[in-house]
């Protein structure tokens, strides 16, 4: 009786583990997909294949496309954030100049202080 017991909370265990790693396989092959379609430094042949190569050897072809192109996927990330950043500052209409004087009338005001004021300014020019 007992054994069952923990016969099934090993196989509900096991179970889950596997769910948890295919759902985790899908996220990385997803996010693989979507970088590859959204580099510009290779060309159309390039992209053929590595999607070959994904569609043949799938897990082996998203370990080694992370493997060799995990650093650009970062980057390419980092790069799409903040040209987002930029479009959504020139759609509402914030520009780095009026972020700036708002903070100088925050300061004159006394609402924020000499730290918090160079810590601010660094931001927004950073």
Same mark, same amino acid.
């Given at each position: 009786?007992? +054994?069952?017991?923990?016969?099934?909370?090993?196989?509900? $265990?096991?179970?889950?583990?596997?769910?948890? !790693?295919?759902?985790?396989?899908?996220?990385l092959?997803?996010?693989?997909?979507?970088?590859?379609f959204?580099?510009?430094? !290779?060309?159309?042949?390039g992209?053929?294949?590595?999607i !070959?190569?994904?569609?043949?050897?799938?897990?082996? %072809?998203?370990f080694?496309? !992370?493997?060799?192109? %995990?650093?650009?996927?970062? *980057?390419?990330?980092? +790069?799409?954030?903040?040209? $987002?950043q930029?479009d959504?500052r *020139?759609?509402? @209409?914030?520009?780095?100049?009026?972020?700036?004087?708002?903070?100088?009338?925050?300061?004159a005001?006394?609402?924020?202080?000499?730290?918090?004021y160079?810590?601010?300014?660094?931001?927004?020019l @950073?």
């Amino acid at each position: 009786m007992l +054994a069952n017991v923990f016969s099934s909370i090993f196989n509900f $265990a096991m179970f889950t583990f596997v769910v948890f !790693i295919f759902v985790l396989w899908l996220w990385l092959l997803f996010s693989v997909i979507g970088d590859l379609f959204r580099r510009h430094d !290779i060309g159309g042949f390039g992209k053929v294949l590595w999607i !070959i190569f994904l569609v043949l050897l799938p897990y082996l %072809g998203v370990f080694a496309y !992370i493997l060799t192109q %995990g650093r650009g996927m970062g *980057e390419r990330q980092v +790069a799409q954030m903040k040209q $987002a950043q930029h479009d959504l500052r *020139e759609f509402v @209409g914030f520009s780095p100049a009026d972020e700036l004087k708002k903070l100088d009338e925050l300061k004159a005001a006394g609402s924020i202080s000499a730290d918090e004021y160079g810590k601010l300014r660094a931001k927004v020019l @950073g």
